[in-house]
């Protein structure tokens, strides 16, 4: 004969079954899909025009980003910058992005730059570590300085002197400026890309499962 713990056991896991569906349902979800272009406003249209002679088609964010078309190219001015402009070598601003896209558990972020941190640098088993929510083992001592720093910024909203002296060593003031920018503008990304459920790219697999907090 079946308990009352057995009922109630077998009642969580099916409450656990719905909730995870539901999730995953609502994940898939795609609240901001492309705009066709009949339907874009004059404003969207010139900003989307402008953006694509620069960039190419609208994807990812800024499938959504052009709903407030005044902010499209601005916000790409940025993204230029931090993410090719920046005075950190790609093998570390790629690392910056991954830290941020797991700090959000961004599977589209994360789907977009681990093959560039693999092509510029980046250690796989570092960027697996940080996937599965660990701290990397044996890395570079620029590395290590840049994890300490974003995840200390990520956590506390600030860094300790220690760890703000490092890096400023290593990297100067600009250096610093620019991990903070990297950090920022891919926070922002990844606040958009869950905020509208941005699907991942078909045939891409999820590779982020939430953290625990």
Known sequence: MMTYSDRRAGL???????????????????????IPAEKMSEAQKKA????????????????AIVRSPDMLNPARAL????????????RLSEFVILI????????????????????????PDIAKAIAEGRR??????????????????????????ATYARVLSKFGERGVIDMIGLSGWYTLVSMVLNTVRTPLPAGAAPALAPLPR
């Open 136 to 161: 990397p083992q044996r890395m570079a001592d620029d590395e290590e300085a840049v994890y300490d720093f974003c995840t200390e910024l990520h956590g506390n909203h600030s860094v300790s002197d």
């Open 12 to 34: 969580a896991v099916l409450a656990c079954v719905l909730s995870f569906t539901f999730c995953v349902n609502a994940q898939a979800q795609d609240r901001m899909p492309p």
């Open 79 to 90: 993204s230029d910058y931090v993410r090719f402009n920046s005075s950190l070598p790609p």
């Open 48 to 63: 989307a025009a402008e953006y694509m002679a620069a960039r190419g088609p609208l994807t990812g964010p800024w499938v």
């Open 100 to 123: 941020t896209a797991r700090e959000w558990a961004q599977p589209y972020e994360w789907n977009a730059h681990h093959a560039l941190a693999l092509k510029g640098g980046l250690n």
